[in-house]
């Protein structure tokens, strides 16, 4: 069992930066891949960045590629991820989550089976 509580959200301009964190409790966490997704009012809820269980690989999504960094501190039990360079549409409730049993980073919802409450992200222009 893994329970995630992420952290770090807040209303910033365009141009802003902000850095998530999602705080991980259970023995397992180690050994999770973790992913941050975001949903956005009316729609669905997308990938955004994975990250193995180490931190030596991270994937991202096309529209944060660049910007965005996600990164990871086993030793606190807490993956973060740095956004730079925020746009009006990056607005959206970000989600972290864990995957268990010893899979690889995805870009799929259903590959993970732990979830935290999401954290509000609002840019303006």
């Known amino acids: 069992q893994v329970q995630l509580v992420e952290s770090g959200g807040g209303l910033v301009q365009a141009g802003a930066s902000l850095k998530l964190s999602c705080a991980a409790s259970g023995r397992t966490f180690s050994r999770c891949a973790m992913g941050w997704f975001r949903q956005a009012p009316g729609k669905e809820r997308e990938f955004v960045a994975a990250i193995t269980w180490n931190g030596a690989s991270t994937y991202y999504a096309d529209s944060v590629k660049g910007r965005f960094t996600m990164s990871r501190d086993n030793a606190k039990k807490t993956v973060y991820l740095q956004m730079n360079s925020l746009k009006p549409e990056d607005t959206a409730v970000y989600y972290c989550?864990?995957?268990?049993?010893?899979?690889?980073?995805?870009?799929?919802?259903?590959?993970?089976?732990?979830w935290g409450q999401g954290t509000q992200v609002t840019v303006s222009s």
């Open positions: 989550a864990a995957r268990g049993g010893l899979g690889p980073p995805s870009s799929l919802r259903a590959e993970y089976d732990y």
